[in-house]
């Protein structure tokens, strides 16, 4: 199966919007979990502001290899 093929469905507008939506909530709170004390004291740096960016990464890739697993599940595939 080729990659664009593999990929197809993550660019859907429904499930594009679905995992964004995810991406930035669940985002939001690990930023929260693993950053705020670095934020409230102002120690902020640019290697903050990278692993910040991981942190909305890391769910939207998760959840797109989900909508990959449910595709190919529901082709039986």
């Known amino acids: 199966m080729a990659l664009w093929e593999t990929i197809a469905p993550c660019r859907q507008a429904a499930n594009l ?4 939506r ?5 985002g939001c709170v690990l930023t929260v979990i693993n950053q705020i004390d ?8 640019a290697l903050t502001g990278v692993k910040g960016g991981l942190n909305f990464l890391v769910p939207f890739i998760v959840s797109n290899l989900g909508v990959i ?5 529901a082709r039986g595939t």
């Open 22 to 26: 995810i991406a930035l909530v669940v």
């Open 38 to 45: 670095v934020f409230v004291r102002g120690d902020a740096t």
């Open 17 to 20: 919007r679905r995992t964004v």
């Open 69 to 73: 697993a449910a595709t190919r599940t």
